[in-house]
């Protein structure tokens, strides 16, 4: 059973800084690409960013370049989400995801695996 869960979310002023992690169990996560999605209320979800399965390549979404860093830790079955410089439009529930192969994909139907999100709110 693969699992994923997201922590670290939380509420924090415009300006501030959040890390989010994303554990993951029940697959070799070594071998997974892993992302990083949102979405806010009322909206559709919505790609962030995501890495490759060595950490080498990462790819982000032209909102959050330059303010989020993605990173791994593979012997750790750990994904990262360090957000810097929030702003309010950043609020929503963050979920992490998990493929196989080797290509970064943006759309959200290409992961098989998710979690069930973390709530990140930005106050002004």
């Known amino acids: 059973q693969v699992q994923l869960v997201e922590s670290g979310g939380g509420l924090v002023q415009a300006g501030g800084s959040l890390r989010l992690s994303c554990a993951a169990s029940g697959r070799t996560f070594s071998k997974d690409i892993m992302a990083w999605f949102l979405q806010a209320p009322g909206k559709e979800r919505e790609f962030v960013a995501a890495i490759s399965s060595g950490g080498i390549t990462t790819y982000y979404a032209s909102s959050v370049k330059g303010r989020f860093t993605i990173s791994r830790d593979n012997a750790k079955n750990t994904v990262y989400l360090q957000m810097n410089s929030l702003k309010p439009e950043d609020t929503a529930v963050y979920y992490c995801?998990?493929?196989?192969?080797?290509?970064?994909?943006?759309?959200?139907?290409?992961?098989?695996?998710w979690g069930q999100g973390t709530q990140v709110t930005v106050s002004s």
């Open positions: 995801a998990a493929r196989g192969g080797s290509s970064l994909f943006t759309s959200g139907a290409e992961y098989e695996y």
